[in-house]
């Protein structure tokens, strides 16, 4: 399992900072799922992963390269299973619609 940092944004680029995990809010101030930003330094959403409340995130993320539904052009085939360090906002389900 590779643990992976909260984004500090104190220290500037976040590619110097990859891969590493950002807080996600909505317009309303509601906590949402956290944006996972890939070794590559591609921010992406992880809606059918389950975020558990100690930061472990399952199943596991792949950056899966191709041109499928869950797929992206541009992935790097990142592929492993994270866990995110100094988590505290709670559990999230997974989203059946993505």
């Known amino acids: ?12 680029d976040t590619e ?15 906590i949402l799922k956290p944006i996972i930003v890939c070794k590559c330094g591609k921010s992406l959403g992880i809606g059918l992963h389950h975020v558990h409340s100690d930061g472990r995130v399952t199943a596991s993320f ?3 390269k191709g041109n499928g539904k869950y797929e992206d052009p541009d992935g790097c085939n990142w592929h492993e299973y994270i ?8 559990e999230f389900l997974p989203n059946k619609n993505g």
């Open 62 to 64: 792949f950056h899966k």
């Open 83 to 90: 866990k995110l360090l100094d988590y505290n906002l709670g």
């Open 16 to 30: 110097d900072q990859c891969p590493c995990w950002v807080p996600n809010t909505n317009t309303e101030g509601k």
């Open 1 to 12: 399992m590779v643990e992976i940092k909260k984004y500090d944004y104190r220290l500037g």
